[in-house]
């Protein structure tokens, strides 16, 4: 029988493909109509005849999936964010999962600061306004946004970043250059706050109150989802504005619909979606909305970065060996594990 096999669930950029070409692993690539990802019955028809699965975040890789092959080595996601992968079901089964940290953390903070301005400065509407001819003369009170660096009045604004992991942190840094007071909340990092000159502890309460512009970049848990919900909206100032590069469901859309349609913040700004593709009704309407298609981490070089980091994720799968960048280590040391390796 082959060896060496990857299912790798749609094309991946270039730089990817050539590790595992130069590993001698036979790739399987899933092609799909535009814009249609993989089906279920192909990805679980995939993943029964691999070796090593490559998904995508699009993909749910649930227990059903892990459970389809007693044979498989590993799962390498080309993403830093793991929802879609039912970790707790891979360590039970003996699969090491792996992600690509790291090598997008600036290039998502970018696109985080992107939105900011974007939203507070209401660029995509001037934008419209534009292209749609409707530009016939200079006014004093046309489209007056939000103000992200203190201005002509000298007040700082407050940034607030929930999730003060990589991206929070590199957020957080391109506020120097804005002079911007930042707060930041994240439970699992008190220390890394208390002790960073970038940011000023704050609970979350606090941190909506005070904040003109709120930024998430926690990980979507039980415990995250929904953690912006109608009270959370509610709490924030009337003119301040949310934004979400992180995962979708950790914003209660409904509630955010709401939110911005009758004025409890000022605006939003997102690249990602509750129920993706799909919007929350009335989402698109709000004309206090920046919306992106998901594609924080999408520069050429960052994508090619992550491709060759899931591929060499994958290699040491193949080769039976603990993969750099794997997020349930401990599997390494179950007997579930050991019986797969063989
Ligand atoms: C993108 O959303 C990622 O998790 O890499």
């Given at each position: 029988?082959?060896?060496?096999?990857?299912?790798?669930?749609?094309?991946?950029?270039?730089?990817?493909?050539?590790?595992?070409?130069?590993?001698?692993?036979?790739?399987?690539?899933?092609?799909?109509?535009?814009?249609?990802?993989?089906?279920?019955?192909?990805?679980?028809?995939?993943?029964?005849?691999?070796?090593?699965?490559?998904?995508?975040?699009?993909?749910?890789?649930?227990?059903?999936?892990?459970?389809?092959?007693?044979?498989?080595?590993?799962?390498?996601?080309?993403?830093?964010?793991?929802?879609?992968?039912?970790?707790?079901?891979?360590?039970?089964?003996?699969?090491?999962?792996?992600?690509?940290?790291?090598?997008?953390?600036e290039?998502?903070a970018d696109?985080t600061w992107a939105?900011i301005l974007?939203?507070a400065?209401?660029?995509?509407?001037?934008?419209?306004?534009?292209?749609?001819?409707?530009?016939?003369?200079?006014?004093?009170?046309?489209?007056?946004?939000?103000d992200v660096g203190p201005g002509?009045?000298?007040?700082r604004k407050?940034l607030?970043?929930?999730?003060?992991?990589?991206?929070?942190?590199a957020v957080a840094k391109r506020a120097m250059g804005f002079d911007m007071d930042v707060?930041?909340?994240?439970?699992?990092?008190?220390?890394?706050?208390?002790?960073?000159e970038l940011?000023?502890?704050?609970?979350?309460?606090?941190?909506?109150?005070?904040?003109?512009f709120?930024?998430?970049?926690?990980?979507?848990?039980?415990?995250?989802?929904?953690?912006?919900?109608?009270?959370?909206?509610?709490?924030?100032?009337?003119?301040?504005?949310?934004?979400?590069?992180?995962?979708?469901?950790?914003?209660?859309?409904?509630?955010?619909?709401?939110?911005?349609?009758?004025?409890?913040?000022?605006?939003?700004?997102?690249?990602?979606?509750?129920?993706?593709?799909?919007?929350?009704?009335?989402?698109?309407?709000?004309?206090?909305?920046?919306?992106?298609?998901?594609?924080?981490?999408?520069?050429?070089?960052?994508?090619?970065?992550?491709?060759?980091?899931?591929?060499?994720?994958?290699?040491?799968?193949?080769?039976?060996?603990?993969?750099?960048?794997?997020?349930?280590?401990?599997?390494?040391?179950?007997?579930?594990?050991?019986?797969?390796?063989?």
């Amino acid at each position: 029988m082959a060896e060496n096999r990857v299912f790798v669930t749609r094309q991946i950029p270039e730089p990817g493909m050539a590790i595992l070409r130069e590993f001698g692993a036979e790739t399987t690539v899933f092609q799909t109509q535009e814009d249609r990802g993989v089906e279920r019955a192909d990805l679980l028809a995939g993943v029964k005849s691999c070796d090593v699965l490559l998904p995508l975040l699009t993909e749910p890789i649930d227990r059903e999936v892990l459970g389809a092959n007693d044979e498989l080595l590993g799962v390498a996601q080309m993403a830093v964010g793991f929802n879609n992968i039912d970790v707790g079901a891979a360590t039970e089964l003996g699969i090491p999962v792996t992600n690509t940290p790291g090598v997008l953390t600036e290039t998502t903070a970018d696109c985080t600061w992107a939105l900011i301005l974007a939203s507070a400065r209401l660029i995509p509407q001037a934008h419209n306004y534009m292209v749609g001819g409707r530009y016939k003369l200079w006014g004093p009170n046309l489209m007056l946004g939000h103000d992200v660096g203190p201005g002509g009045s000298n007040i700082r604004k407050v940034l607030g970043v929930v999730g003060y992991g990589r991206i929070g942190e590199a957020v957080a840094k391109r506020a120097m250059g804005f002079d911007m007071d930042v707060l930041a909340f994240d439970p699992y990092s008190r220390e890394a706050i208390d002790g960073s000159e970038l940011a000023t502890w704050a609970d979350l309460g606090e941190l909506l109150e005070r904040s003109d512009f709120v930024t998430l970049h926690c990980l979507l848990t039980d415990e995250t989802h929904h953690l912006i919900g109608e009270a959370e909206l509610r709490r924030m100032k009337s003119d301040a504005h949310l934004i979400n590069a992180a995962r979708g469901p950790i914003v209660d859309e409904k509630a955010l619909v709401r939110a911005l349609r009758e004025g409890w913040i000022g605006g939003a700004g997102l690249d990602v979606y509750e129920d993706e593709p799909a919007m929350a009704e009335g989402l698109v309407e709000c004309e206090n909305a920046v919306l992106l298609p998901h594609i924080a981490s999408a520069s050429k070089d960052t994508r090619g970065l992550m491709a060759s980091m899931a591929a060499t994720n994958a290699v040491a799968h193949l080769r039976r060996e603990p993969a750099p960048n794997v997020v349930n280590p401990e599997v390494y040391e179950t007997e579930a594990y050991r019986r797969r390796v063989g």
